[in-house]
């Protein structure tokens, strides 16, 4: 099984985030993702930004 990562790098935003998510499932990386965004992005926890962060997450590890 490999690795699953979002990076907040490639997702454009006022913040300029440089946040990197990584764990051995898409679940994990999403709720970690979700929490993220509403977090620190306040955007809120719809189906949509599931939908929408679930289509960011990328097999492998993030570049350095």
């Known amino acids: 099984m490999g690795r699953k990562f ?3 790098r490639q ?5 300029k985030c440089t ?3 990584v764990a051995d499932t898409e679940d ?5 993702a979700v929490l993220h965004a509403v977090t ?4 809120q926890d719809t189906p ?8 960011v997450i ?6 350095v």
């Open 6 to 8: 979002v990076d907040c």
């Open 19 to 21: 946040l990197a998510l």
């Open 48 to 55: 949509e930004l599931r939908e929408q962060l679930r289509g």
């Open 11 to 15: 997702i454009p935003s006022d913040v």
């Open 28 to 32: 994990e990386v999403l709720e970690a």
């Open 58 to 63: 990328k097999d492998g590890s993030p570049s």
């Open 40 to 43: 620190v992005h306040h955007h």
